[in-house]
C-alpha cells in the first residue's frame, strides 16, 4: 500500500489529503513546523483511522535538512515513500508591496518556492534511488499568471513554483518517476478567512464570489485523491476547477444560492 508524505497537512487541504488518503488505506505521513501542530494532526487522524497507518513528523520547508530528515523518518516507517506531495504554503497578510515587510517577503518566497524546489529535491533523489515514485506540487493564486490585489508576493512564489514543476516534468522525463500538479480551486480554509479578518467590509462582498467559485475542504480533496491515485501520467495536471464547473457554477447561482459559511466566521 501507497505511502505518502504531505507536506503542510496539519490543517486545510493538506490535512485533508491526509484524511481521504487514509481512507483509502494508504499509510500517511504528516508534516507542519511545529511538535504541537503535527501531535494535534496526527491525534485527530488517529480517531477515524487506525494509529498504525498515521505518522507525523515536524519540519519547516525552509530548511532542506529537515525535509532530507523527513524524507528519511517516513521511509524509515514506512519502508518506502511512494507519493510526496509538496504542500506547505504561506500566503502573508494581503497587502500592497509598499506595505510588506521584507521578513514577510522572505517567509513567502522560501516557503512558496524554495519549499517546493527543496522538497522536490529530496523527492527526486529519494525515489530515483528506490526506482519508483509520484511528486505533485500544489498551485494556488496566481500560478498561471492571474494577478491579484495584495497578493502579488504570494502569487509571484507561486508562478515561479509552476515554472519550476514545468522543469521538473521536463528533466525527469523517460525517468521511472511521475511527476504532476495539483489546483483545487478556490477552497474555504483558515488560509483563505484569515485574509479578511480586518477587513468586514470586504468580507461580505468576497463572500457572495466565494458562494459562487469555492469549495469545501471535505469536497475537493477526496476527488484530488483519487485521481493521484489513479494517474499514471506524466507532467498530469490534476485541477478540481475546471472552466466547465465554473461556467456552471455562474449560470446556476441565482437558482442554487450556495451558501458556504454558515459555520465560518472571521475572526
Not at 130 to 159: D, F, V
Not at 198 to 225: G, M, S
Request: hydrophobic fraction near 40%; charge should be positive; aromatic fraction near 8%.
Amino acid at each position: 500500500m501507497n505511502n505518502v508524505v504531505i507536506t503542510g497537512s496539519t490543517r486545510g487541504i493538506g490535512f485533508g489529503m491526509a484524511d481521504s488518503f487514509l481512507a483509502r488505506g494508504c499509510f500517511v505521513t504528516v508534516s507542519g513546523r511545529t511538535e504541537e501542530s503535527v501531535a494535534r494532526a496526527t491525534a485527530s487522524l488517529r480517531q477515524d483511522h487506525p494509529a498504525e497507518r498515521v505518522f507525523g513528523y515536524p519540519c519547516d520547508v525552509r530548511d532542506p535538512n529537515l525535509l532530507e530528515i523527513l524524507w528519511r523518518e517516513s521511509k524509515s516507517k514506512f519502508g518506502k515513500v511512494d507519493i510526496w506531495i509538496n504542500n506547505a504554503g504561506f500566503s502573508g497578510p494581503q497587502k500592497m508591496i509598499k506595505e510588506n515587510l521584507a521578513s514577510q517577503a522572505k517567509e513567502i518566497i522560501d516557503t512558496n518556492l524554495l519549499g517546493v524546489v527543496y522538497g522536490s529535491q529530496v523527492a527526486v533523489r529519494g525515489m530515483m534511488l528506490q526506482g519508483h515514485g509520484h511528486i505533485y506540487n500544489m498551485e494556488g493564486a496566481g500560478s498561471r499568471g492571474r494577478m491579484h490585489e495584495g497578493l502579488i508576493l504570494y502569487g509571484t512564489s507561486k508562478y515561479g513554483a509552476s515554472y519550476f514543476t514545468r522543469g521538473l516534468i521536463s528533466e525527469t522525463a523517460g525517468s521511472p518517476l511521475i511527476v504532476g500538479s495539483l489546483s483545487p480551486g478556490m477552497v474555504i480554509t483558515d488560509f483563505l478567512l484569515s485574509q479578511y479578518e480586518d477587513r468586514p467590509e470586504d468580507w461580505d462582498r468576497a463572500k457572495r464570489i466565494f458562494n459562487i467559485i469555492a469549495d469545501r475542504v471535505e469536497t475537493v480533496t477526496p476527488w484530488l485523491v483519487d485521481r493521484i491515485l489513479e494517474n499514471k501520467k506524466h507532467g498530469a495536471h490534476i485541477s478540481w476547477a475546471s472552466r466547465g464547473r465554473m461556467i456552471f457554477r455562474f449560470l446556476t447561482a441565482p437558482i442554487s444560492r450556495r451558501d458556504l459559511f454558515r459555520d465560518e466566521e472571521v475572526v
